[in-house]
């Protein structure tokens, strides 16, 4: 059967890590490599819809090769500032955050003196140094003020609990951050990915590419009302169309 006629979405999405520096020539970051985040980019471009990809510049997992508009980032707050500065903000149909950011920065580096460290590149004759790091803001929390009309979808990753743990930690996401659905992953979750939504529904997809397409004909499948929630609120679409039917 072939794809439904629908009008083309502007999409955001976020692949890949951030990162914090040491120093100008070093740096904290994570093993995300950009895979899923990319996949999911072109998987929209390829049906024909509007995508911009924030793209971690330490991502190793190859550039989208479909039309998609790649906007490199290198900190979180390197990222928060170019989605704040991406034109037409208001108009974005579903913003998928995919990306895997730094947890902490770096609040203080000192060496054995208790001396704090100031240099463009460390010398390694300071010896053993002493990091001092610190919780990093989370940049979903700021998600639903930056697209106040978009459906926003999260992810959720972690590698120790269960899924039933996990998927607690996922409702609360969206209670907290109000986005409207999240995607659960990572050794916690088990094999393959889940996605919850906010009427406590929750889907099972094999592997990365189920994934992207089940995102894909989902949002397809919301109907386009035209409706702007307060910045406060959830949006008000994604309580009426739930998950299940699309697998």
């Not at 972690?158 to 743990?165: I, W």
């Not at 929630?229 to 739930?242: I, K, M």
Request: hydrophobic share 40%; with cysteine.
């Amino acid at each position: 059967m072939g794809r439904l006629l629908v009008e083309d979405m502007r999409i955001v999405i976020t692949a890949g890590p951030s990162y914090e520096p040491l120093d100008q020539v070093r740096h904290l970051s994570n093993f995300s490599t950009g895979e899923l985040g990319t996949l999911l980019a072109e998987t929209f471009a390829q049906a024909g819809h509007d995508v911009t990809c924030f793209r971690g510049v330490a991502a190793t997992f190859s550039s989208p090769l479909w039309d998609v508009k790649v906007v490199p980032f290198t900190t979180n707050q390197d990222l928060e500032q170019k989605l704040r500065d991406l034109p037409g903000r208001e108009e974005i149909n579903f913003v998928f955050h995919a990306a895997a950011l730094c947890d902490f920065r770096i609040r203080e580096m000192t060496n054995e003196q208790g001396e704090a460290l100031h240099h463009d590149k460390v010398p390694s004759r300071e010896g053993v140094l002493k990091l001092t790091l610190e919780p990093a803001p989370k940049l979903i929390h700021s998600l639903r003020r930056l697209f106040p009309a978009s459906i926003l979808v999260g992810w959720k990753y972690e590698l120790e609990g269960t899924a039933a743990n996990l998927a607690a930690k996922g409702r609360k996401q969206m209670e907290q951050c109000l986005t409207d659905a999240c995607v659960l992953n990572g050794k916690a979750y088990g094999h393959g990915f889940g996605i919850i939504s906010r009427s406590d529904e929750q889907v099972h997809l094999h592997d990365k590419v189920a994934l992207c397409r089940f995102l894909l004909d989902w949002a397809e499948r919301l109907p386009r009302s035209g409706v702007t929630p307060g910045q406060e609120s959830f949006h008000p679409l994604s309580t009426f169309v739930p998950l299940a039917p699309f697998i």
